[in-house]
């Protein structure tokens, strides 16, 4: 027993030497460059989610390394926007990294959703059951059901403005976005908007959960079980397990309510969730899309929809705040528009794509702060990958940041770092080459299913807004604050505002 424990630290100590030698010189991917202790252990990955700043810090490393660096033992980041078409194609796709299997544990359908599901052939073949139903034209089928929450969020906001106080803008904008989601899947919106409320504590409960989720993501397999039972330990956080397990019960109870509508001629809509039940009616059986799959795309809707959605809706109100001459541009292309008979209320989003500068802030902002400001970890195929010059074994983990991809100057200029909208409208050529480029929705076969719900969201609200209000932050010296846990959610967007007349 005397000789058990110096044995024991002899072989761990031999163990991590030999591996430290193996990964630092004789490793596959010991050529590329990057921090000695990502090269060695995913700890320092894990260590950039703990600290919420990962995008900020490949930003460094790829000004200092290049276009490839090693951010864990096995996988590499690309910074060379040349390489998406290679990393994230439409033909032979390469298949997700297991960094996606932790973010749905709840057992709705057999078949994983379309966000977790890594095998890229099983993904296609279930996402071509529902690709219609989101499709721009079929979104647009539930407009009105927008519109009606978008009344409700600007009925809000104008009590805010009566009473001249001042409001957390991120907060009330997610809200929103929450009871879109209720309106467009389950046929009436949660109450977070009615009641002022954040309902069940959803948003709170996701932003308790958020940094164990995804630590455990990009964490060895092996030690994830360990990371999210640390979590029970952590005040607050066995309520917001229960308030998750809410949101999956809730989904369940909503979708079953209203699948007992689907056949009652008074309650007939054109929404997300009526689509999805007619696939289920109409050739559930053939294709096995059943009753737990309605629920799976109800569920994925709830805990990605919102967040997403809100983090582009905060982007740009911030930069238009912070912007006073691209405000001003802005605001005299919609009262142009309105003068001229171009501009409804509610707006209409086949109005708002016809407004050039709109949708260049629109794009802007989900460049410079995209919702997803991590690495998109692909497996590499048979074969192999060239990247940058350097050829990468099969096996290994490779993907692109958004948040790094975006910033590139040899594409959106050399001051990249800057929102500044007219730079789409400068050049054809250089906005083609700028659209190529870019990744907020990802790229490839893999490319965000709910895009067209978040954009028609997007550019309907903000010209609302801007339009029945003067928007200002509250302290204009006063910055947001971030935290990048996969999502990369905004904080402390105070504002004052006041109503046009």
Known sequence: MGLLIPLVIILTVGYWTGWIIYTRYFHPLSQIPGPWLASVSRTWYMLQIVKGDMEQSQRKLHARYGPLIRIAPNEIACADPNAINTIYRTQAALNKTDFYTPWNSHNFSKYRDSFTETDDKQHSSRRRIVQQVYTLSN????????????ELFLQRLGEYADAGKRFDLGEWLQMYAFDVVGELYFGRMFGFLEKSVDHN?????????????CVTSVAPSYIRNLILMSALVVPGSVAALKAIENIASSARVLVAKRIGEHTDSKFQRTDIFQQLCDIHVEKGNKVDFQTGDIEQEAYGALLAGSDTTAIGFRTVFYYLMKKPDVYAQLMEELETA???????????????????????????AL???????????????EGGLNLCGKFIAAGYRVGMNS???????SVFGKDAVDYRPSR???????????????????AGTRTCIGKNI?????HKLVPDVMMNFKMEMWNPEATWMTRNLWFCKQT???????RRK
Request: glycine residues 2%; proline residues 6%; hydrophobic residues 40%.
């Open 139 to 150: 979104v647009l089928k539930s407009e009105k059901y927008i519109d009606k929450c978008s």
């Open 201 to 213: 504590n959803w948003i709170h409960s996701l932003d308790l959960l958020m940094p164990f989720l």
């Open 338 to 364: 309105k003068r001229e008979g171009r501009l409804s209320s509610p707006v209409a989003y086949a109005e708002a794509t016809q407004l050039p500068f709109l949708c260049t802030c629109v794009k802007e």
């Open 367 to 381: 460049r410079i702060h995209p919702a997803v400001q991590l690495t998109m970890a692909r497996e590499v195929p």
């Open 403 to 409: 948040a790094v991809v975006h910033y590139d100057t």
């Open 424 to 442: 789409w409208l400068e050049s054809p050529e250089a906005a083609t080459k700028m659209d190529k480029s870019m990744l907020h929705f990802g």
């Open 454 to 458: 978040s954009m028609a969201e997007i």
């Open 492 to 498: 402390g967007i105070e504002v004052r505002l006041t």
